[in-house]
């Protein structure tokens, strides 16, 4: 198996910056190259018994996560240049994407830059040494693949073109509205998906059901609406069209269970009026808290 190491920078503007085991004059020189990538740093709140021995854990999660990787400018002579120019790409306090490919799998994270070491007047006979430290907001590391998939999916049962002399009770394709599907989670923890309902005629009251919750809609779509729910922020953002509407979903919603639970998850949709009409698109990232 490829055991070659790579990491890519992406900036908000869509420049990068690559870091490779190999095949790069920016390379990882170490074993610990990244450190804190392979570490899980958790928060765990614990009641000790009034009056016996031992106590309870109330709660469990994952904090912020710093994370320091160190890399090195292997061409000596090209290291005025090379510095200018990671000095040019690296600002601190930016936001940064970071994909990381190892042994095959690849996963990404999202940090701020808030510490850097570069030598001020490289050695041109050395190599020049880099390290920075990115802070995490979300600790978890998330699969490149949103695994997007279609929930209310036509089922072709014939290819075209296709000739039949039968006038009547030949199907053409089979609409999968209203269906029940199941979703697998692979990762380290739940994953809370995007879902986009578009409005292909009328749709009255639209409804999602992942797992034990539910969000209602309470509004009528008219066709080619779009509702975006995204339940991958906090707190949760639900749109109609661009324009926030989470103010118009059912009161008894229970946004805070709409998670695909690691392993396998229940997913369904409904209306109250016009489910056939809806297309509804669920996607996620699976989540992992070490590479």
Same mark, same amino acid.
């Given at each position: ?24 004059? !920016? ?21 000790? *018994?009034? $009056?016996?021995?031992?106590? =309870? ?14 890399? @090195?400018? /292997? ?15 690296? %600002?601190?306090? *930016?936001?940064?994407?970071?994909? /990381?490919?190892?042994?095959?799998? =690849? +996963? !990404?994270?999202?940090?701020? +830059?808030?510490?850097?070491?570069? &030598?001020?007047? #490289? ?15 979300? #600790?978890?590391?998330?699969? %490149? ?10 089922? &072709?049962?014939? @290819? ?6 039968? @006038? ?14 199941? +979703? ?5 923890? %739940?994953?809370? #998906?995007?879902?986009?309902?578009? @409005? ?5 009251? #639209? ?10 809609? %309470? ?34 919603? $229970? ?25 509804? $698109?669920?996607?996620?990232? =699976? ?5």
């Amino acid at each position: 198996m490829d055991n070659n190491l790579t990491v890519r920078f992406v900036r908000e503007d869509g420049s990068a910056f690559t870091v490779a085991r190999e095949n790069s004059s !920016w390379r990882f020189l170490k074993n610990n190259a990244l450190e804190g990538f392979s570490e899980i740093d958790g928060d765990v709140s614990y009641v000790d *018994n009034a $009056t016996t021995d031992g106590g =309870q854990i109330t709660s469990t999660r994952l904090g912020r996560k710093d994370r320091t990787i160190s890399f @090195a400018h /292997i061409i000596p002579s090209e290291n005025d240049v090379a510095r200018q120019s990671l000095l040019k790409f690296f %600002i601190e306090f *930016n936001t940064y994407k970071i994909y /990381i490919t190892y042994y095959g799998r =690849q +996963l !990404w994270c999202e940090g701020m +830059l808030y510490k850097m070491s570069v &030598p001020a007047n #490289p050695d041109l006979t050395r190599l020049l040494t880099v390290t920075m430290t990115f802070v995490f907001e979300n #600790p978890y590391l998330r699969s %490149i693949d949103d695994f997007g998939k279609d929930i209310a999916s036509v089922t &072709p049962a014939w @290819a075209f073109p296709w000739l039949c002399t039968e @006038a009547v009770g030949v199907p053409v394709g089979v609409y999968n509205f209203n269906q029940v599907i199941e +979703l697998e989670n692979k990762g380290d923890s %739940i994953a809370r #998906p995007v879902i986009t309902f578009v @409005a292909k005629g009328p749709v009255v009251n #639209p409804v999602i059901n992942v797992g034990q919750g539910f969000v209602k809609l %309470i509004n009528t779509l008219a066709t080619d609406d779009e509702v975006v729910m995204n339940f991958a922020v906090l707190p949760p953002r639900i749109t109609k069209n661009g324009v926030n509407c989470i103010g118009k979903c059912d009161r008894t919603s $229970t946004f805070n269970e709409i998670y695909l639970d690691i392993g396998m998850t229940e997913v369904s949709y409904d209306a109250d009026d016009g489910a056939d009409n809806l297309s509804v $698109t669920i996607k996620y990232n =699976q989540l992992y808290a070490t590479i």
